[in-house]
């Protein structure tokens, strides 16, 4: 595998605005290639993850150069990492401590925006 692909969620406004924002600043700085995979206009493309719709739906799924896959707060760090002006970030994030703090963070706002886009019918 040669390219980093990011699973992500188009239906939810903050979901696809964050992803937005992410995909703008990796093009402004000429970071590593990107394939973005929309899971709400390719519903198929989660089998090679392994998971479930809803499960992509829910959390940042990641597949990396190397075939392994992260999720929610190991992808946003896998992809801070390789992107020019946040290789801090993550790092930052796979600090012991605050890393389990970040994971706990991040599932409790992924499940909570979760059910509000379900609530709202955006999918």
């Not at 969620?9 to 703008?24: L, M």
């Not at 198929?44 to 479930?52: D, I, K, P, Q």
């Not at 002006?85 to 389990?100: A, D, E, S, V």
Request: with cysteine; hydrophobic share 40%; charged share 25%.
């Amino acid at each position: 595998m040669s390219q980093l692909r990011v699973f992500y969620n188009s239906a939810c406004p903050v979901c696809n605005a964050g992803i937005e924002s992410q995909r703008r600043r990796m093009q402004a700085t000429d970071s590593c290639p990107v394939e973005w995979i929309d899971v709400q206009r390719n519903p198929a493309a989660v089998e090679e993850l392994g998971a479930e719709l809803e499960q992509v739906r829910e959390r940042l799924y990641l597949k990396d150069e190397q075939g392994q896959i992260k999720i929610g707060v190991d992808a946003f760090s896998a992809l801070f990492q390789r992107t020019q002006g946040q290789h801090w970030l993550g790092r930052l994030l796979r600090l012991p401590g605050l890393h389990g703090l970040a994971r706990w963070s991040y599932n409790l706002f992924a499940r909570a925006l979760y059910s509000w886009n379900r609530r709202k019918r955006h999918w």
